[in-house]
T-cell receptor, first 113, second 117 residues
Framework: GESVGLHLPTLSVQEGDNSIINCAYS??????FIWYKQESGKGPQFIID?????DKRQGQRVTVLLNKTVKHLSLQIAATQPGDSAVYFC????????????FGTGTRLKVLA | GAGVSQSPRYKVAKRGQDVALRCDPI?????LFWYQQALGQGPEFLTY????????KSGLPSDRFFAERPEGSVSTLKIQRTQQEDSAVYLC???????????????FGPGTRLTVL
């Protein structure tokens, strides 16, 4: 498949370790956020979401943290597996009537065996 | 269980040519989005359809870009007089939900990589 980006920030982690991917969002009016995973040659895939009335949400092996004060999101992946290798994007939107999601530039996660 | 499909997967065009990119959404999905993804960047919103109605086209970069979904199912993104800066992956996504909620269950296709020479 084709690469989604050749010069993305890259995070390399050992298999089994925890990963933390960070995202600074741009719009203080954004109140809904999604993390996506994009594998080479594929479209983005929904991982987890969070609304601005929460500061933490947990899924299966993933946790999203939201700090509205500094407009920062993080995605934590527990016990990282080789299948987690991909590019991860955060996306933000304001739920007051827009259809637009603003995506961040992405972070490439490499899982080392 | 077919997902969102896009065709062609790869398109090479000479500068000035017109191109048409097709998106087949998941059957029954009301909402359809088009995004442009430049190399090394996140997807950028282009336009949104609810059924056959194009409710938001504010992301289309110029009047050379045109999208349609005449029967509320298949959608076509047309780019006229292609320029080198149009080179990107064009992603289509569909959702069974409408409006802002559509982003919650937004299923992406694999994209069409357009290269303009």
């Amino acid at each position: 498949g084709e690469s989604v980006g050749l010069h993305l920030p890259t995070l390399s982690v050992q298999e089994g370790d925890n990963s933390i991917i960070n995202c600074a969002y741009s719009n203080s009016a954004s109140d809904y956020f999604i993390w996506y995973k994009q594998e080479s040659g594929k479209g983005p895939q929904f991982i987890i979401d969070i609304r601005s009335n929460m500061d933490k949400r947990q899924g299966q092996r993933v946790t999203v943290l939201l700090n509205k004060t500094v407009k920062h999101l993080s995605l934590q992946i527990a016990a990282t597996q080789p299948g987690d290798s991909a590019v991860y994007f955060c996306a933000e939107t304001s739920t007051s009537g827009t259809y637009k999601y603003i995506f961040g530039t992405g972070t490439r996660l490499k899982v080392l065996a | 269980g077919a997902g969102v499909s896009q065709s062609p997967r790869y398109k090479v065009a000479k500068r000035g040519q017109d191109v048409a990119l097709r998106c087949d959404p998941i059957s029954g999905h009301v909402s359809l989005f088009w995004y442009q993804q430049a190399l090394g960047q996140g997807p950028e919103f282009l336009t949104y359809f609810q059924n056959e109605a194009q409710l938001d086209k504010s992301g289309l970069p110029s009047d050379r870009f045109f999208a349609e979904r005449p029967e509320g199912s298949v959608s076509t993104l047309k780019i006229q007089r292609t320029q080198q800066e149009d080179s990107a992956v064009y992603l289509c996504a569909s959702s069974p939900l409408v409006g802002v909620s559509a982003g919650v269950e937004q299923f992406f296709g694999p994209g069409t990589r357009l290269t303009v020479l």
